[in-house]
C-alpha cells in the first residue's frame, strides 16, 4: 500500500531555505514520476515541481529557479530544496505520484514570516 511521509518544513524568514522530504513506500520510481504540491490556506492544492522517470524535472513558475526537486530511488525518498522563500511560499507541502495518486500523506507546514 501507498505511504507518503513529508518533513522537513518549518517557520522560515524570508530569503531563507528549507529542504523537504517524503518517504515514499508503495510507489515504484522506475514507472512512476513524482511530484511536490502545496495548498495554501483558503487555496487549492496546486503542483509546485515534478521529477520524470528519466529525471527531468519541471516548476511552476512561481518557484523556477529557487525551488530543486530531486529523488534518491534507493532511499525511496524525494526533496525538494527550497531557496529564496517568499512568504507566498507558506503553504503545507505534500508529496505524492504525478499524476497524483488517491493517497496523501499528512504534509508539512512550511511558514514563510516577512
Known amino acids: 500500500q501507498v505511504q507518503l511521509v513529508e518533513s522537513g518544513g518549518g517557520l522560515v524568514q524570508a530569503g531563507g531555505s528549507l529542504r523537504l522530504s517524503c518517504a515514499a513506500s508503495?510507489?515504484?520510481?522506475?514507472?512512476?514520476?513524482m511530484g511536490w504540491y502545496r495548498q495554501g490556506s483558503g487555496k487549492e492544492r496546486e503542483l509546485v515541481a515534478r521529477?520524470?522517470?528519466?529525471?527531468?524535472?519541471n516548476y511552476a513558475d512561481s518557484v523556477k529557479g529557487r525551488f530543486t526537486i530531486s529523488r534518491d530511488s534507493v532511499k525511496k525518498t524525494v526533496y525538494l530544496q527550497m531557496n529564496s522563500l517568499k512568504p507566498e511560499d507558506t503553504a503545507v507541502y505534500y508529496c505524492n505520484a504525478f499524476p497524483p495518486l488517491m493517497t496523501w500523506g499528512q504534509g508539512t507546514q512550511v511558514t514563510v514570516s516577512s
Open positions: 508503495g510507489i515504484t520510481f522506475s514507472t512512476n514520476g
Open positions: 521529477i520524470n522517470t528519466f529525471g527531468g524535472t
